[in-house]
């Protein structure tokens, strides 16, 4: 065995044991509640516990944005005809102020997505739940 295969091995062998090492401190911290581990079934759930709530807001277009890649993901429209039309709504959507988003028809979202927004509410004011109509 050459010299440069043998430094070679020995750097192998270096990353592995760094990474072995790093499991089996993260299972001891883990086994010892050293680290508290939390599972959460979706980000919404992880979103509701976190404090920094904004961090975890969707931009006001996403639904637009949405819509254009369902446009090239779809096999039930024509991408060339169509794929301008929803690049046309998502960069409207982007040139306007927070609050005063166009309400154009999606091309392919439909209400059963969880990016659609109902165009018809869009320009409504947010409906206050439960709790802050209790608070105010």
């Not at 065995?1 to 072995?20: D, E, G, H, Q």
């Not at 086994?31 to 979706?42: I, K, M, S």
Request: net charge neutral; aromatic share 8%.
């Amino acid at each position: 065995m050459s010299a440069s295969n043998a430094a070679y091995s020995r750097r192998v062998i270096r990353v592995c044991r760094f990474i072995a090492g790093t499991i089996i401190v993260g299972v001891a911290a883990v086994a010892t509640g050293l680290v508290e581990v939390r599972v959460y079934n979706n980000e919404v759930q992880y979103a509701k516990e976190t404090p920094d709530r904004e961090r975890f807001k969707s931009h006001r277009c996403n639904d637009r944005l949405a819509d254009m890649l369902e446009v090239v993901e779809s096999e039930d429209g024509s991408m060339w005809n169509d794929l301008r039309p929803a690049f046309r709504n998502w960069w409207a959507c982007m040139r306007t102020d927070e609050g005063k988003e166009p309400s154009m028809p999606y091309l392919m979202l439909t209400a059963k997505d969880k990016q659609y927004i109902d165009p018809a509410l869009r320009g409504a004011p947010p409906a206050q739940d439960a709790s802050q109509r209790l608070t105010s």
